[in-house]
């Protein structure tokens, strides 16, 4: 069974920056489209950003355009995350649904995704 692992999370200052990791032992990730959606307590999971196999094509939520960037290094996906806000507090997954393929579309479909990671979570507090 195949799982994501994420790191990189933590505690950290508004307006400070910080860069999550997303890799899976005896996976490929550099073959898949890679997502990284987030949830908050008591709110609905959120997609965050995603980047493409098929184009290299890289995606975002509204909230988090101009301040994240999503990146891929070999067997690596990062995202990072700057300029980050109190309201970016929230549990962060990645997750791919097997294919090459992601858009605004797939991140907004959360549901499809067949492999996960066990989150890693990012307190944004002074």
């Known amino acids: 069974q195949v799982q994501l692992v994420e790191s990189g999370g933590g505690l950290v200052q508004p307006g400070g920056s910080l860069r999550l990791s997303c890799t899976a032992p005896?996976?490929?990730?550099?073959?898949?489209?890679i997502h990284w959606f987030r949830q908050a307590p008591g709110k609905e999971r959120e997609g965050v950003s995603c980047i493409s196999r098929t184009d290299g094509a890289t995606y975002y939520g509204t909230s988090v355009q101009g301040r994240f960037t999503i990146s891929r290094d070999k067997n690596t996906v990062y995202l990072q995350m700057n300029d980050l806000k109190p309201e970016d507090t929230a549990v962060y997954y990645c997750?791919?649904?097997?294919?090459?393929?992601?858009?605004?579309?797939?991140?907004?479909?959360?549901?499809?995704?067949?492999?996960w990671g066990k989150g890693t979570l990012v307190t944004v507090s002074s």
């Open positions: 005896g996976f490929t990730l550099d073959d898949y489209g």
């Open positions: 997750a791919t649904d097997g294919y090459r393929y992601c858009s605004e579309y797939t991140l907004s479909d959360s549901y499809v995704m067949n492999y």
